[in-house]
């Protein structure tokens, strides 16, 4: 995308050099409300009329967007030892996640990625076909008592059902009984984390605001949900087949004092509740809501689960015997990518896209721009699974496509991320049709991921 002619790199913010295109901080000031309001919008607008790289009048630290599709994989891959995780998006989210795999930067976070790595092999994941089963009958089971042509929040079901899947997979246990709590603390802790990321100068969190009195609310319900599985495992011993993640984390802390085991192995339980099922839960809901809007795919969808399905449970073989379900969710994951916003922190000057970025620079990333680039996309803002089924497949860019990420940080929960969504798409779509009601809108609200505004209500019928 074309930068701005009118735009000239030849201008300095409070002695920062300008090296790229932007707006001017008039500008910024200006849009100063969007931008809190609306953060992905005011990306996109800056984009669209800057180019692929552009850089904000923010003098400390220097800003710039990149989408650029190869200047983005030279961020986050080809010269990816050159950019950590130490930016406001991160710290902030470290409120809720402590030094978790998501946060951890350098040393910490390569020693945590090989202790957590074989809970996540393509073995170790041979289970999960049953803890989606299960996730799926209770959303079948509580459909299907709302009555025919319910209106349902079909947010709110895809979110426990990931932290059912979740939980099951990874920690070996039925949270039933704590979901609701746990998925309420986790977007009440994650409101405000957006909130203090989003605020240039917050207050510290220590600080008697209404905020923090909700963050430490919501942080303690998610630590005494933690401490009873840390204490239930301790009880009944590591799972009998191959270890899961919590024995995995048990194992490795083994023989440090309480208070370091404690808090290391609530750091990642934390970090997979709330990364694992906020981001499939997610996808999930845009799945069903594009669906409702486009009948035919949502027809083969169905059919192609009920020849492989039939009226048995799924398992994880089944998904490669379901392409067209796996390209509606890639699909789904290209319009609504759960990580709409990465974020790098240069150690020393590159040259990315031709632009020369500053030591100690501020890298902004959005999937959610990327997915959308004209270059790479033929007709990006049209939901088309057909990008993703059979010979199309191959022609897609692994440069402009990057739900998982890329790199050293791709999500180390890839693969169990597209088992979840395929197999929880097939399963419900061969016994439920969605509707959009009449006049909906459904607008997208950039939080930790790209979540529904206002929920996700649709009308549900059995297919």
Known sequence: MAADPRSTPARRYLGTPATAPGPSGWSMLRDLRAIRSDPLRFLERSWRRYGDVLQYPIPRP???????????????QGNATNYGKGTIQYSALALVTGDGLLTADTAAWREQRRLVQPAFHHQSLGSVGEHIATAVRRVDSAWAAAGPGAIVDVE???MRLSLDVVAGALFGTDLAGSADRLVAATLRALAVVVARARTPIAPPVWAPTPDSTRLRRALRDLDEVVAVLIAQRRRRGPTASAPDLLDLLLQAYDGQSAAVTGRGVRDQLVTFIVAGHETVGSALAWAWWLLARHPAVASQLSEEARTVLGDRDPTVADVAALPWTRAVFDEVLRLYPPAWLLSR????????AGHRLLPGSLVIISPYLLHRHPAAWPQPQLFDPGRFAGAERSAVSRTAYLPFGAGPRLCIGRELALAEGVLVLAALSRRWRPTALPGQVVRASPVVTIRPRGGMPLRLARS
């Open 62 to 76: 220097p800003t710039y967007l990149v989408t650029d599709p190869a200047g983005v994989r030279q961020v986050l």
């Open 345 to 352: 922190r240069s150690h020393a000057a590159d040259e990315v």
């Open 156 to 158: 709110t079901a895809m």
